[in-house]
């Protein structure tokens, strides 16, 4: 009978954490950069492919007449990383992200 009691009590134990970790909900942080230098669709499509590329980014948009690119990541991708692709493809990440919305 310990046994018993015992492997069903491992058991419940292996099955509560199986829920407490795939309960765990990944937050998503929408940003919006200004960068400078992007003149015309090619410029917005090779920030987009860039940073798209990255672990943790879920989308994003460039527009070149406004400056702005909006990003929605993970909260563990590290936005230095980011602003490194962006500025490693000869642009300007100026300022300070602005966080839109956080989920």
Do not use: R, W
Not at 13 to 29: D, M, N, Q, R, Y
């Amino acid at each position: 009978m310990n046994n018993f009691v015992l492997k069903t009590v491992t058991s419940l134990a292996i099955f509560i954490t199986l829920i407490v970790v795939g309960c765990k909900e990944e937050k998503i942080e929408t940003i919006e950069v200004k960068v400078s230098g992007m003149v015309c669709n090619s410029c917005e499509k090779a920030i987009e492919t860039k940073v798209a590329s990255l672990d943790g980014v879920k989308s994003v948009k460039a527009t070149q007449p406004e400056g702005k690119v909006t990003i929605e990541l993970s909260s563990n991708t590290n936005l230095e990383t980011v602003t490194k692709e962006i500025e490693g493809l000869h642009y300007k990440v100026e300022g300070t992200p602005i966080i839109k919305s956080s989920l």
